[in-house]
T-cell receptor, first 118, second 113 residues
């Protein structure tokens, strides 16, 4: 089966510019996650969707970050304007649903987009 | 604050050595526990997971992990590592009431021939 697709794989921008990342989850997966992984740290959740609704965006810096999943399939994460500290790998993950029978489903990760802000 | 701690940030082992990577968490209540691995140039993939039952969990590629509830620990082990095990290893926790993975900072493992 095809995995989680992300594009672009790499992006270099200057601070105060805008950038957008795209994610296409595994077919049939209702839940989609965006994580931010800063060098030397583990991934941190930014936002989670169930179909086209937001489940959790408590750690999304809403003054500059936005995300949407309009048709409940692919998703876009945008940063506007970017800051130096936004340099990181942005990971998209998907799972069938959040839980099945009370057990959390496995999350499948994409290759990530490496963002460098100069 | 709730967190996931991985004790070793960088580990270097020779092939055939035994491996144990420590992971402790500070979440109360029931938790779901995971180890993810990221091989060089590849994406994160699940190594093993624990939800309930037998606290000794077996995963792919000969890895296993033991859940010790009293110690809030979920340590990863492998009796004999191979050069191909060189990778970044992440421990992650989802509280049963939560939704998303909470990751540790990761351990970089280098296996030398």
């Amino acid at each position: 089966e095809a995995g989680v697709a992300q594009s672009p794989r790499y992006k270099i921008i200057e601070k105060r510019q805008s950038v957008a990342f795209w994610c296409n989850p595994i077919s049939g997966h209702a839940t989609l996650y965006w994580y931010q992984q800063i060098l030397g740290q583990g991934p941190k959740l930014l936002i989670q969707f169930q179909n086209n609704g937001v489940v959790d965006d408590s750690q999304l810096p809403k003054d500059r970050f936005s995300a949407e999943r309009l048709k409940g399939v692919d998703s876009t994460l945008k940063i506007q304007p970017a800051k130096l500290e936004d340099s990181a790998v942005y990971l998209c993950a998907s799972s069938l649903v959040i839980r099945t029978g009370g057990v959390h489903n496995e999350q499948f990760f994409g290759p990530g987009t490496r963002l460098t802000v100069l | 604050a709730q967190s996931v701690s991985q004790h070793n940030h960088h580990v270097i082992l020779s092939e055939a050595a035994s491996l144990e990577l420590g992971c402790n968490y500070s979440y109360g209540g029931t938790v779901n526990l995971f180890w993810y691995v990221q091989y060089p140039g590849q994406h994160l993939q699940l190594l093993l997971k624990y939800f309930s039952g037998d606290p000794l969990v077996k995963g792919i590629k000969g890895f296993e992990a033991e859940f010790i509830k009293s110690k809030f620990s979920f340590n990863l082990r492998k009796p004999s590592v191979q050069w191909s095990d060189t990778a970044e290893y992440f421990c992650a926790v989802i509280p049963n009431s939560g939704y998303a993975l909470n990751f540790g900072k990761g351990t970089s493992l280098l296996v030398t021939p």
